[in-house]
T-cell receptor, first 115, second 116 residues
Framework: GENVEQHPSTLSVQEGDSAVIKCTYS??????FPWYKQELGKGPQLIID?????GEKKDQRIAVTLNKTAKHFSLHITETQPEDSAVYFC??????????????FGRGTQLTVWP | DTAVSQTPKYLVTQMGNDKSIKCEQN?????MYWYKQDSKKFLKIMFS???????INETVPNRFSPKSPDKAHLNLHINSLELGDSAVYFC???????????????FGPGTRLLVL
């Protein structure tokens, strides 16, 4: 099955700095890579996703890059704000094959943004 | 106008009891999921239903039984609760699991289960 590794497990940055979270995956058939933000006491919320036919996607301060050859993808948050503090999860899944629909999550990154 | 809702939000119970968690989605989605998040925040899928049919059944104890009365509901029943069942359980839904652009999963707020 798919194995998703996520680093770092914790990340502290100063407000205004950038934050980068990296993930690797093992199944070359995975073609969908969402990122979720989980605030304390809440469910994971999708913040951005990317599909295997795209190398980069940006939404305001958030961007995601995908390197299919190396099987890794990254989340970039620029101009961080205290409200960005949360646990971030990367995930991978495939829309074809026997495991379709199954999201494999990384172990999460606790991001803390200090004012 | 909550998209995916779960009840109860908190559930505290004794070992050996039977309990149910309810999930409803008003997004018109065809596929629903149950995830378990352990104390280290690791999220792992337990079950998935598509149009009321079970399609994913991970290696979970058979004390856990999902039930889908209709496309908009997926409930989780747990028999003979054990200490190790303490976790946060999340329900999620997606429009289509096998169509590009429609596979995004939307999560509920979670049910925090504590078994004493």
């Amino acid at each position: 099955g798919e194995n998703v590794e996520q680093h770092p497990s914790t990340l502290s940055v100063q407000e205004g700095d950038s934050a980068v979270i990296k993930c690797t995956y093992s199944d070359s058939a995975s073609n969908y890579f969402p990122w979720y933000k989980q605030e304390l006491g809440k469910g994971p919320q999708l913040i951005i996703d990317i599909r295997s036919n795209v190398g980069e996607k940006k939404d305001q301060r958030i961007a995601v890059t995908l390197n299919k050859t190396a099987k890794h993808f990254s989340l970039h948050i620029t101009e961080t704000q205290p409200e960005d503090s949360a646990v971030y999860f990367c995930a991978a899944s495939r829309t074809r094959g026997s495991t379709l629909g199954r999201l494999y999550f990384g172990r999460g990154t606790q991001l803390t943004v200090w004012p | 106008d909550t998209a995916v809702s779960q009840t109860p939000k908190y559930l505290v119970t004794q070992m050996g009891n039977d309990k149910s968690i309810k999930c409803e989605q008003n997004l018109g989605h065809d596929t629903m999921y149950w995830y378990k998040q352990d104390s280290k925040k690791f999220l792992k899928i337990m079950f998935s239903y598509n149009n009321k049919e079970l399609i994913i059944n991970e290696t979970v104890p058979n004390r856990f039984s999902p039930k889908s009365p209709d496309k908009a509901h997926l409930n989780l029943h747990i028999n003979s609760l054990e200490l190790g069942d303490s976790a946060v359980y999340f329900c999620a839904s997606s429009q289509e699991r096998d169509r590009v652009g429609e596979e995004t999963q939307y999560f509920g707020p979670g049910t925090r289960l504590l078994v004493l």
